[in-house]
């Protein structure tokens, strides 16, 4: 006679218990996932900086900021760079058309050739000097 520690109606229900993950394997399923989120975010902040100082700096006009604009739009026009932080590398990652954005970027700046605007990078403006100016400007 064969015993079983289930009950007549809980045949067959022990195929439907959920499978058990032990903390070390949940955890490491969240390491690896803020790993991944990590070097997006880096990505996307290397994007980000490299278009802003491409557009900040393509009509400089003093060495530096020539020679910044010269390594940003060296770095959109690359194609075949097969380094980590390769502007279609980076792109990829971030799931961003490479052609598309280096087009959009290419047209911005022939669109301004004629005429320039100075832009200033966001990250670059100190914070307190932004709340300064937006004060005086609601007093003035």
């Given at each position: ?67 910044i604009f010269d390594v940003e739009r060296s ?27 280096r087009a959009g970027l290419l047209r ?33």
């Amino acid at each position: 006679m064969e015993y079983s520690l289930l009950a007549r109606d809980d045949r067959g229900t022990e195929f439907l218990e959920p499978d058990v993950m032990t903390p070390d394997q949940f955890f490491g399923l969240l390491r690896r996932r803020s790993w991944q989120d990590g070097e997006r975010r880096l990505m996307a902040a290397v994007l980000q900086d490299g278009i802003e100082n491409f557009q900040k700096h393509a009509f400089a006009t003093d060495p530096l900021g020539k020679e910044i604009f010269d390594v940003e739009r060296s770095w959109v026009v690359a194609r075949n760079d097969p380094s980590l932080f390769a502007f279609n590398t980076v792109c990829e990652v971030l799931d961003i058309d490479p052609d598309c954005l280096r087009a959009g970027l290419l047209r911005w700046l022939e669109q301004r050739k004629d005429d320039p605007v100075r832009l200033q990078a966001r990250h670059l403006d100190d914070p307190r000097r932004r709340v300064e100016r937006v004060a005086l400007a609601a007093v003035g």
